[in-house]
């Protein structure tokens, strides 16, 4: 997946990577840490009745161009689109959130990349409990800890399942499989996302920025901070959304 309009060294400044670029596992985590941290995961646009454009030009444009977020389908996309610059071999994976009470069908959209003789599952619009670097398809059933998080995949009915350690519980974040699935095929969930009036995104401001040892939320009119254990939660009136949005997630309303 590669837009006319993206540009490798366009990226690295939207994400503030200086590094140097290779086709390697480190070059592959360092860009997915920069862009969690500069990239929000934010759905305004739905909120304002915007069509949200999965043509990876209208991506490039919104993310880089105007520095913005998105949600899954944007932030992945353009990621992926780095990985394709880079000469990286990766696939598009359809992933069924599993959080919610009841069966949701595959609508999340996350990436499976090939390194060095292995696959890495890759995700950086998944929100509050994404995981924060490559995680291994190939280390089942053993916790791995990301900064201050812990994750674990495990194989279950034919599935990979991501979980996240919650308050001291195991907690199913969304399944998947290694079928193949083509950028074309997110168009329905998309839709479903951006229009439902069941979906989280067309109810309220769901917006997630990563910080290297934790994140910022907001949701609704709660904003939380979590840093390693410590959270912070408050209140906000929409007088203060628009400060909260510039200072703690680079947006503006």
């Known amino acids: 997946m590669l ?20 086709a ?32 990876p ?20 996309g353009l990621f992926a689109m780095a990985l394709t610059a880079l000469g990286v071999e990766w696939q598009f ?9 009841v069966k949701r069908p595959r609508t999340h959209a996350a990436l499976v990349v090939k390194l060095e003789g292995k696959e890495w599952l890759c995700d950086l619009g998944f929100g509050s409990y994404g995981i924060r670097a490559p995680l291994s398809l190939a280390v089942l059933d053993t916790p791995v800890m990301q900064d201050s998080d812990t994750f674990m995949l495990s194989h279950e009915n034919g599935d990979f399942v991501l979980k ?16 193949p699935v083509e950028w074309v095929d ?35 009119d709660s904003f939380k901070q979590v840093s390693g254990q410590t959270v912070s939660k408050r209140s906000i009136t929409p007088d203060e959304q628009a400060m909260i949005l510039a200072e703690h997630f680079g947006l503006e309303a």
Not at 3 to 22: K, M, N, V, W
Not at 64 to 76: D, L
Not at 93 to 101: C, D, S, W
Not at 201 to 211: A, C, M
């Open 3 to 22: 837009a006319d309009t993206f540009s490798l060294p366009a990226y690295c400044q939207r994400i503030g990577f200086t590094g140097e670029l290779h």
């Open 24 to 55: 390697d596992f480190a070059t592959v985590q360092a860009l997915m840490q920069y862009q969690l941290r500069a990239v929000a995961f934010e759905n305004l646009d739905v909120l304002a009745g915007k069509p949200i454009s999965l043509n």
């Open 57 to 76: 030009d209208d991506i490039v444009a919104k993310i880089i161009g105007n520095k913005r977020g998105g949600y899954c389908y944007e932030i992945n």
């Open 93 to 101: 994976v359809a992933a069924r959130p599993m959080f919610y009470p």
């Open 164 to 179: 996240a350690l919650v308050e001291g519980e195991w907690a199913n974040q969304y399944g998947f499989n290694l079928c």
């Open 186 to 220: 997110f168009a329905p969930a998309n839709w479903m996302n951006s229009t439902h009036p069941d979906a989280v995104f067309t109810q309220k401001p769901l917006i997630v920025r990563f910080t290297e040892n934790g994140r910022n939320i907001l949701f609704g």
